[in-house]
C-alpha cells in the first residue's frame, strides 16, 4: 500500500520537527510494509507576510486528494494570531469538514508531572474537541470602528449534527477504554447553547446504558483536571473549551512537547490533519533542541487512522520506551540537553515493528 501525505511545516520550530520525524515515519512503514510519498506546501505566517495570505486561494483543492495531512506548527511574533488561525487551521479544519478533534493527555513512565504524587499512568485521557462550529464560528463582526461606540460581536454557533457527532465520537471511545464520559459546558451562564449541548448529551448517553457520564462546568474541570486528573476518561468540550483545556492536560502530563492532535474527517470524504499542539516557538527556532515527540505522536495518530496499526504503535512504542529510559536524550524543555536530531536518531534504534 502506498499514501501520498501532504506535509505543511509551517511556522517557526514546524519546518524542524517535522523534517526530523519523517525519516522515523518511514522506517516504521518499511518496517511495516507500506509506503507514502509527501509534498510539502510552504504556506504560514511568512507567506503572509510577502503575499498577504497564509495559503493560496485553491489550497483546499491541492490538498483534497492526500490521504493525510501533516503540520508542524503555525504562529509568526509579526503576525496576528488571529490571522494565523484564521489564514490556515480553521480553513482546513473546516473545509474539510474534519469535526472531530482527539487530544491524548498521557503521564508517561519516566516523566514528571508537575503535580506531586502523580506516576508514569496515573494520568491517561483523551479530549474529544468540537472542531468545525461553536465558539469558534465565523459569525459577528465589527461595526463603528475608530469611534466611542466602537462595538464588537461573536456569536458561537451550535448544530445538532455537528454536536451529536462529536458527543457520539466520545462515547464510542469510552466503550473501548474506561467506560467514562465527562462533557464539559458552562450551561448555568449560555442558557441557549450549552443547554442545547447537555440535552444531547443526555439524549445520546441513553444509547450506551453502561457509559457513567459526568458533566462539569468549565471552570470547575479546569480545577479538576489540577486536582484529580487520574479519574477522567474520555472529556468532550465544544471547540473553545476543548482547546482550553487540552492545554491544561499537556501540562500536567509534563509537556507541550509530548501533546500529539488528529483533526479528523469522520466520513473519510476529505484528508484528516494531524499536529503537535505545541506552538511555533519562535525563542527556539534554529537552535534545533525543539522536541520532536509530539510531533512523532502525531505520526502514530495518522499512522493509526490510514489503518496501520503495526507503524502506529511502533511509533508510540519507541516515545514510550525512550522517555522511560533515564540514560536516553532529551531535549531541554524535558530537562535534557539533547539536540532534536539526538532524540529522534535514538527513537530510530527503538523502533520495532
Known amino acids: 500500500m502506498a ?25 516504521a512503514a518499511d518496517a511495516a510494509g507500506f509506503s507514502f510519498e509527501t509534498d510539502r506546501f510552504d504556506w504560514g505566517s511568512e507567506r503572509y507576510v510577502e503575499e498577504g495570505a497564509m495559503m ?14 501533516l503540520l508542524g506548527a503555525v504562529g509568526h511574533p509579526e503576525v496576528p494570531d488571529h490571522v494565523t488561525l484564521h489564514g490556515l487551521l480553521l480553513p482546513i479544519r473546516k473545509g474539510f469538514d474534519q469535526g472531530i478533534c482527539k487530544r491524548p493527555s498521557v503521564l508517561f ?31 459577528g463582526g465589527r461595526e463603528h470602528l475608530g469611534f466611542d461606540n466602537d462595538v464588537a460581536v461573536q456569536s458561537g454557533v451550535f448544530t445538532r449534527d455537528a454536536t451529536e457527532r462529536i458527543v457520539r465520537a466520545a462515547f464510542d471511545a469510552a466503550a473501548e477504554r474506561e467506560g ?22 443526555e439524549e445520546i448517553g441513553e444509547e450506551y446504558p453502561d457509559i457513567e457520564v459526568e458533566r462539569l462546568l468549565v ?59 505545541h506552538g511555533s516557538a519562535p525563542d527556539i527556532v534554529g537552535k534545533g533542541v525543539a522536541n520532536p515527540l509530539a510531533t512523532v505522536l502525531s ?18 512504542d519507541a516515545v514510550t520506551d525512550q522517555v522511560a529510559d533515564p540514560d536516553a536524550p ?15 536518531a535514538d527513537l530510530r534504534d527503538r523502533l520495532s515493528v
Do not use: C
Request: aromatic share 8%; proline share 6%.
Open 56 to 69: 493560496p486561494d485553491d489550497g483546499l483543492d491541492r490538498l483534497e486528494s492526500y490521504d493525510s495531512i
Open 330 to 344: 532529551r531535549t531541554p524543555d524535558l530537562g535534557g540537553e539533547a539536540a532534536t536530531e539526538d532524540v529522534v
Open 109 to 139: 513512565d519516566g516523566i514528571e508531572s508537575p503535580l506531586r504524587g502523580y506516576e508514569g499512568g496515573d494520568i491517561d485521557f483523551v479530549v474529544y474537541r468540537e472542531n468545525t462550529e461553536g465558539e469558534y464560528a465565523d459569525v
Open 219 to 277: 471552570d470547575a474541570a479546569s480545577m479538576d483536571f489540577i486536582r484529580r486528573p487520574e479519574e477522567f476518561d474520555v472529556v468532550v468540550a465544544s471547540n473553545l473549551f476543548g482547546d482550553i483545556l487540552t492545554d491544561i492536560g499537556a501540562i500536567v502530563t509534563g509537556s507541550m512537547g509530548l501533546a500529539p492532535s488528529a483533526n479528523v474527517n469522520p466520513d473519510g470524504e476529505y484528508p484528516s490533519m494531524f499536529e503537535p499542539v
Open 299 to 316: 505520526g502514530s495518530m495518522l499512522f493509526e487512522h490510514l489503518g496501520e496499526q503495526a507503524a502506529a504503535d511502533a511509533l508510540w
Open 180 to 201: 467514562k464520559v465527562t462533557s464539559i459546558t458552562k450551561s448555568n451562564a449560555q442558557a441557549h447553547s450549552m443547554v442545547f449541548w447537555d440535552d444531547i448529551v
Open 3 to 27: 499514501y501520498e501525505i501532504a506535509t505543511i511545516p509551517g511556522d517557526g520550530i514546524g519546518p524542524e520537527v517535522v523534517d526530523a520525524a519523517l525519516p522515523l515515519f518511514e522506517d
